[in-house]
């Protein structure tokens, strides 16, 4: 029986808020907020001498958190420490008994793997002690990214620039990233040609269809215009008949549950979330959100974990809820259950709602956008992997003609199964859809209507994601789920990487970091050592392994490189090889005529002049769009503007000469985003409409037979945006006779008359005086306004 003395401690207010509810007034539940103690800032904080100890001190600014814990334990009964279930959480227990000064006999340890009420009970009635081989491999970690970070950031502050940092995760996932760039430089595209024949029936208007070239028994490859001519020459003197008809039936299963890994990977393809911004969310859906008529609610499992295991009790529910709502045939013969990969530390369910019955649509009043969103694929997720198959139509044709094999297939869906609650999104984009097919014979003969020669080129791999660089990590053991988020945001911090869209970029900035840890410190960048150094931390968690041992034996390896590389690269330096190259971009100064290059600021990335202090011309990154301009054919360049009134930012597109002091500027711009793929009709670029999720492409030409015209479109047009410079601006949907015609309209429009009333009130109201101090404010006010006006004309 629990006495109104007891005390139950957790990292934050919202966790408190939950778990005081389902434990009632028999107990005490107060916050953390975080970690209470850590390595200090101002020093490495680790007797490498004396076996890596570590000199832990209070946080500061914890100073009024940590008085009143110590209060609160002094005179309590029992200490429930319910601090998060991994290594990290059970550290910070640790720490907490340590700087609270707890006793053994009254200090227990309490996880939740879902915060409900039957869970916070029973781990509350079956408490355990603290797990010291998790905090001896959180320890281990810690100490280990601390001399790594310590030791070797200054000696990139002295041989490249002050301010960078290498760390163990973060040097390993920037040098994926440089080395994915780099193929992409080295790529040579390789030409190939693919061939359609367009087919119908004999009888006409009995169906026609669209079949691509395969070869013969074989895939034959066409890598030139020669080529490809010679199959269409011997084809066209040839006739088509039905070699193959191939009907079938297909399974599609589904994805398995969400780890961390994929949940951040799936929130930011579908929902373009940063994987820092998906744990955050992940974080309070965990923790418990007010939902109405249910009160406080953790609505998802502990989202840290690499796991794909499920409790039984998830299961029935969620058997349960399928049976009930869609059907028996929508449940599969057999309870799916997943195994997770071999390294995985497998210590926590999946992630899934912690309640099923818990429809998202059902509590979407209750919850943020950003949090609806997420819950909403968490338990779709969930719900379809333990759905039945979708089931598909598949029907394959082979075609011949003069000895070459032509191939057409189409799937239709015949069972919608788990798809009718989820999709697994993807990197890339889907293939091309088909259009059915005719229902053919073998041996039936075609007539051959077209045939259309192709040229295409090989694509260089494409960059990384965050999605992609995150399954990549996974993939090569770099890191652990709770990992991934702040490594990818430190190296967009550290600006290793940039973001162009969704892409990442790296910098000349990691070229030469890279470079010299390469050079010296080979180990740090290595991806197999990186995931041995996680495998020898699992071991400390088995106990297998000292973690001082493990230490100690990464130190004396580290510790020789250290000063072996002392010499060589002070020589190395001095013959400028670690200088960082200037970033060049396209863009012109329009006072000096140089390349501008790229800065940092404490604002970000700008472009700049370099022949600063002699011009001092900056302007905004530009970030260049795919396609070409309608107009004129020069580039697409996105741009940021304010509003009048409600100063919010906002996003278009114009042509690279709009704006500018050259003799012919081009005045097109649009809200309307564009694309890669050009119309097939008049070779323009295609736009789609801006905003999340999948948006058709569309032609804005008027003149081509393919224009869409806005109203179907889609979408809601926004407001021109205030024309820069006096120029007049103009879309690309209207004309200049069309505006012109507005002007004149606007013209002729009589000014509205002053009432008498008005007049007299306007003549009664005397001129205020200004004093000095608001003549002062006033050409202040001038001054900067000026100046804004200045950078804007600039810009």
Known sequence: ?????????????????????????????????????????????????NGFEPDYQPIKGKEDVISDLKKAAKKSGNVYLATDPDREGEAISWHLKELLGIPDEKTYRVTFNEITKNVVTEAIASPRAIDQKLVDAQQARRILDRIVGYKLSPVLWKNIRRGLSAGRVQSVATRLVLEREKEIQAFEPQEYWSIEAELERVRPNLGSFKAQFYGRDKKIELHSQEEAEAVAAAVSQGSYSVSKVKRQEKRRQPAPPFTTSTLQQEASRKLNMTPARTMSIAQQLYEGVDIDGEGTVGLITYMRTDSLRLSEEALAAAKDFILQRYGSSYYPTETRRFKAKGNAQDAHEAIRPSDVRLVPDEIKKSLTAEQYKLYKLIWSRFLACQMANALYDSLSIEVENSGYTFRASHSSLK??????VYEEGKDENEDEKTSPLPDLKEGEPLVGRNIVKDQHFTQPPARYSEASLIRAMEEKGIGRPSTYAPTIATILNREYVVKEGKALKPTPLSEVVVLLLERHFQDIVDTTFTAKMEAQLDQVEEGTIDWRQMLS??????????????????????????????EISQEICPQCGRNLVVKSGRFGRFLACPGWPDCDFTMPLVIEMPGKCPKCGGRLLKRTGKGKESKKQYVYYCCEHRNNKEKNPCDFWTWDVPVKDTCPVCGDTMFKKAGRGAKKAYCINEKCAN????????????????????????????PAEKKAAAKKTTAKKPAAKK?????????????????????????????????AAKKAENA
Do not use: C
Request: net charge positive.
């Open 1 to 49: 029986m629990a006495t109104k003395h007891d005390l139950v401690i957790v990292e934050s207010p919202s966790k408190a808020k939950t778990i005081g509810k389902y434990l009632g007034p028999g107990y005490e539940v107060i916050a953390s907020m975080g970690h209470v103690r850590d390595l200090p800032k101002s020093k490495m904080g680790v007797d490498i001498d």
């Open 415 to 420: 069972f919608s199964g788990f798809t009718a």
């Open 553 to 582: 034996e990464f130190y004396n390896s580290f510790d020789r490189e250290l000063q072996d590389a002392a010499a060589p690269l002070t020589q190395e330096k001095e013959s400028g090889d670690y200088r960082i190259r200037p």
């Open 707 to 734: 224009f869409t015209p806005e109203e179907k479109r889609g979408g809601w047009r926004k407001p021109q945006p205030k024309a820069e410079e006096g120029q007049e601006t103009q879309t690309a949907e209207q």
């Open 755 to 787: 009432t008498t009333a008005a007049k007299k009130t306007a003549a009664k109201k005397p001129a205020a005086k200004k004093t000095a101090a608001a003549k002062k404010t006033t050409t202040k006010k001038t001054t900067t306004k000026k100046t």
